[in-house]
């Protein structure tokens, strides 16, 4: 068990890298496809606004493994940093959004 263990949280950082990349990824299409779709509705901008969300907290991940694998303090402060500003400015801006009533309809 102690070896399963050991095995596991040595492959962490290796994992959060790629989890988050996958992750940022992911957002970043999401981001990307509605910025192509021009401007509109406050839907389409509700979800890139999402999108972005998920790319900076997969970047955070990736930034986070990296602490993991070098142990640079550096590394750990700007990921933290930089996620939480980016998930605090889109949580409010998502909550603005998410109350405009032509988005209810």
Same mark, same amino acid.
């Given at each position: 068990?102690? =070896?399963? +263990?050991? %095995?596991? #949280?040595?492959?962490? !950082?290796?994992? @959060? $890298?790629?989890? &988050?990349?996958? +992750?940022?990824?992911?957002?970043?299409?999401?981001?990307?496809?509605?910025?192509? *779709?021009? *401007?509109?509705? /406050?839907?389409? #901008? @509700?979800? +890139?606004? $999402?999108?972005?969300?998920?790319?900076?907290? &997969?970047? &955070?991940?990736?930034?986070?493994?990296?602490?993991?694998?070098? *142990?640079?303090?550096?590394?750990?402060? @700007? %990921?933290?940093?930089?996620? &939480? =500003?980016?998930?605090?400015? /889109?949580?409010?801006?998502?909550?603005?959004? *998410?109350?405009? !009533?032509? @988005?209810?309809?």
């Amino acid at each position: 068990m102690h =070896e399963v +263990m050991t %095995a596991l #949280l040595s492959a962490l !950082p290796y994992l @959060l $890298i790629a989890g &988050g990349s996958v +992750m940022a990824w992911k957002g970043a299409a999401v981001w990307i496809s509605g910025a192509r *779709r021009g *401007r509109g509705s /406050t839907g389409r #901008l @509700l979800e +890139m606004v $999402i999108g972005f969300r998920q790319a900076i907290v &997969g970047l &955070g991940l990736i930034g986070f493994g990296a602490w993991l694998w070098t *142990r640079e303090t550096w590394l750990l402060v @700007l %990921a933290l940093a930089v996620v &939480g =500003e980016e998930v605090f400015e /889109t949580g409010t801006i998502i909550k603005a959004l *998410r109350s405009d !009533p032509r @988005l209810r309809a």
